[in-house]
């Protein structure tokens, strides 16, 4: 049946043409925008999910220049420590030379106190951004933000990388030893707090040791072995060395003697100070007398046992004094009061350069942990940075894969669309034309 008031394929091909020409603007508008989802209507859950990585994303963009701001800052404190350590290698090397006989204390001294100018200098120095991980004006940890964590549940914390700051100030007050200047009662009480196996004399008061009149003799192939029996804050006990093939500038050897000392502090023990005076002989040892002596101090427990030579050396007898005295201070240790130590370096005296000697090690040994910590945080950030780049791609990739169109394939339904188009044109101008055909039964 034929009528004129309801065109039934004309709404049909209309409904058609429709459907395409929508088909067709959203091609358009992926191919315009780039996007598949280009928001809530086009598909509300994957814009969501999108939105929140895109705010990720947005997020770790922080991270990764708060993680470039504080490689930077852990970076200049690491370089710092390593000079640091340099000039503290400088610094030694002028106290071993101040270790042996016919050289110039008093100039050495001068190349030493510069060297601790400029390591003031370095410390000060070292800041990024006003932030000074090595100068010792506080002790909290400085704290890096390296990511968001996201748990299941959409609760968002942040991570952060802990630096600790290393204090290498050479300003800290410290205190320098003071030996102790109270007499013990007698001998007796004396060789309580420090004995030896032979036949040592302990000096009970303040006089100074007489340099090998009363002291042991300890023969070449030979050892004597000193105990430290007790301990309390403010003891004070001495080695003394006769007798010692000290180099010479230049060349050559000199017989000197040489005085160790340690005055206990409170938390010390038995076993601390022998451990301290045999590190201090040792090292003298190393500095300023030849290693084919074979010269030995080694210490096990409270017991130290020094040795001259063995079946191969032809070496002269050791003299060997010992000493107590109460009533002294303790002074500062390098694992106290940043580097502050040195400001007590004086190598000007026997017992000065002795001390320096052992005391140098302490502080280079905290340097090198400075620089060894600074460096395991800056590699962890570095670490972290390159991580977080790489998680920021990983991201964008797979916000892309979510809401990007796929442009080849809309190319392809663009030209089918099109084509659709111009057909449900053609589709609907021959459906309009069919009520013409009824004029045609009127003729």
Do not use: Y
């Not at 394929?9 to 091609?27: F, H, R, Y």
């Not at 800052?73 to 016919?102: C, F, H, P, S, W």
């Not at 940075?385 to 809401?403: E, M, Q, R």
């Amino acid at each position: 049946m034929s009528s004129i008031l309801t065109n039934t394929s004309a709404m049909v091909a209309l409904q058609t043409l429709k459907g395409i020409n929508s088909g067709l603007e959203k091609t358009q508008a992926e191919i315009s925008t780039g996007k598949s989802v280009g928001n809530a209507k086009d598909n509300a859950a994957v814009f969501a999910i999108s939105k929140v990585m895109e705010s990720d994303v947005r997020g770790f963009k922080g991270i990764s220049d708060s993680l470039s701001l504080g490689e930077s800052t852990v970076a200049v404190a690491r370089q710092a420590a390593e000079t640091v350590t340099d000039l503290l290698t400088d610094m030694k090397g002028k106290i071993v030379a101040a270790q042996e006989e016919n050289v110039d204390r008093a100039k050495i001294q001068t190349d030493i106190v510069a060297l601790r100018e400029q390591i003031a200098s370095v410390v000060g120095a070292a800041q990024f951004n006003g932030l000074n991980l090595v100068d010792g004006s506080s002790t909290d940890p400085v704290n890096v933000l390296s990511s968001l964590d996201r748990d299941s549940s959409g609760n968002v914390t942040a991570g952060q990388i802990q630096v600790n700051r290393q204090n290498l100030s050479v300003t800290t007050p410290v205190t320098a030893q003071a030996f102790g200047t109270t007499d013990l009662a007698d001998t007796a009480a004396a060789s309580a707090l420090i004995d030896s196996a032979g036949s040592v004399t302990i000096h009970d008061d303040a006089a100074t040791i007489d340099g090998g009149t009363s002291n042991a003799a300890v023969a070449n192939n030979a050892n004597e072995v000193i105990t430290i029996g007790q301990v309390s804050e403010g003891d004070s006990f001495q080695i003394d060395l006769g007798n010692v093939p000290v180099n010479v500038a230049g060349g050559g050897v000199a017989t000197g003697q040489r005085t160790f000392q340690f005055v206990a502090g409170a938390t010390d023990g038995t076993a601390d100070v022998a451990q301290n005076l045999a590190n201090q002989i040792s090292a003298f040892f190393e500095a300023a007398t030849d290693s084919s002596l074979k010269l030995t101090a080694t210490v096990s427990g409270n017991q130290i046992t020094i040795t001259n030579g063995d079946a191969g050396t032809t070496n002269g007898a050791l003299d060997i004094g010992l000493r107590a005295q109460t009533g002294g201070t303790p002074g500062s240790s390098a694992s106290t009061g940043g580097l502050g130590l040195l400001q007590t370096l004086d190598v000007t005296t026997d017992a000065g350069a002795t001390g320096a000697l052992a005391s140098i090690e302490g502080l280079i040994q905290k340097s090198i942990d400075a620089a060894a910590e600074f460096g395991s945080a800056q590699g962890r950030i570095e670490i972290q940075n390159d991580f977080i780049g790489k998680l920021s791609d990983s991201l964008k990739a797979g916000i892309g894969t979510l809401v990007d169109a796929n442009m080849e394939e809309a190319s392809a339904r663009l030209q089918a669309l099109q084509v659709q188009q111009q057909l449900g044109v053609q589709a609907l101008s021959i459906a309009n034309q069919a009520p013409q055909n009824v004029l045609a039964l009127f003729r």
